[in-house]
């Protein structure tokens, strides 16, 4: 028989890993369609949960609210970038979009520390614990993973049957033949830019919700991102979902049955492992 708390890692795992795959989502999004390798994801990440702390401090709302104001925020940013940065270098070789947007990531968190320091910031809790036995599950991670859950599957809905949806589906299967078809691949290359973003500064969002953070963080995000995407296979969205489970619930069990502070090395661990011996991911879909 299962012990509680073995089932309260696992089910923490899960949690958690509800949230990392919609966080890693917007990073397979941009890298399936355009090959842009986002070394600033964390960043962006953070950014969200930025706009969502303040929000909450300014306003008073429910965090939940908050996305209101984060989706679009990151929305737009994904626009800027798109048009700034990433349109420029959308045909060069993998390596200058990986140190583009290092130097992007390097900027963004130094702005974050000009602005606001490097405080830790958190949420008070919002929503009640649920106790089934032994079991507690924390109401702020499970308002969280649910939310984190539904804008998943809206967003492979989206994918699946909207026309936009399988326009960006022919882009990844083959840019060079999508415009025979009527399809303009830098305008899906801005929408993907966009709807990237937005999922990450959602992510970031319900990130705000469950755990403190500040601009320092940002780098382990980064890293919990490329090892779901990995996992899950490059430009996979089903499969970033599963793997978000998988890294969740190891992360969780490296916290209970080792040490907290050593997730980001076993994450990293786990992220040359399966380079060396499943590079495709273990969810990939050849392209």
């Known amino acids: 028989m299962l012990d509680s708390i073995f089932l309260q890692t696992l089910i923490n ?3 958690l890993g509800a949230l990392y795959a919609l966080i890693a989502m917007g990073l397979t999004l941009i890298f399936g369609v355009m090959r842009i390798i986002n070394l600033a994801h964390g960043e962006f990440t953070i950014l969200g949960a930025y706009a969502t702390y303040w929000t909450c401090v300014i306003l008073g709302i429910n965090p939940m609210l908050s996305l209101v104001v984060s989706v679009p925020l990151g929305a737009l940013l994904g626009l800027i970038v798109y048009f700034a940065l990433t349109r420029r270098i959308v045909y060069a070789p993998e390596l200058t979009s990986l140190l583009v947007f290092f130097g992007l990531s390097m900027i ?3 702005i974050m520390l000009l602005l606001w320091k490097a405080d830790i910031r958190g949420l008070p809790t919002t929503y009640p614990s649920i106790v089934l036995g032994g079991i507690t599950i924390i109401g702020d991670r499970l308002i969280a993973a649910i939310t984190a859950l539904i804008v998943s599957l809206i967003l492979l809905l989206f994918l699946k049957y909207s026309y936009l949806g399988r326009a960006i589906r022919a882009v990844v299967q083959d840019f060079e033949a999508a415009p025979l078809v009527g399809i303009n691949v830098h ?3 801005a929408l993907s830019m966009c709807i990237g973003l937005a999922l990450t500064s959602a992510g970031g969002s319900l990130l705000a919700l469950t755990t403190p953070f500040t601009p320092y963080v940002s ?5 919990y991102s490329f090892l779901v995407v990995v996992l899950g296979g ?4 089903i499969g970033s979902l599963l793997g978000g489970l998988i890294v969740g619930v190891a992360i969780s069990f490296t916290a209970t049955y080792w040490l907290a502070g050593i997730s ?3 994450a990293f661990v786990l992220l040359v492992l399966i380079l060396l011996f499943k590079p495709e991911g273990i969810f990939s879909r050849r392209r």
Request: net charge neutral.
């Open 219 to 223: 780098g382990v995000y980064t890293l």
């Open 13 to 15: 795992g899960l949690l």
């Open 234 to 237: 490059l430009g996979n969205p």
């Open 187 to 189: 305008v899906i290359y």
């Open 264 to 266: 980001p090395t076993v």
């Open 108 to 110: 963004l968190q130094n």
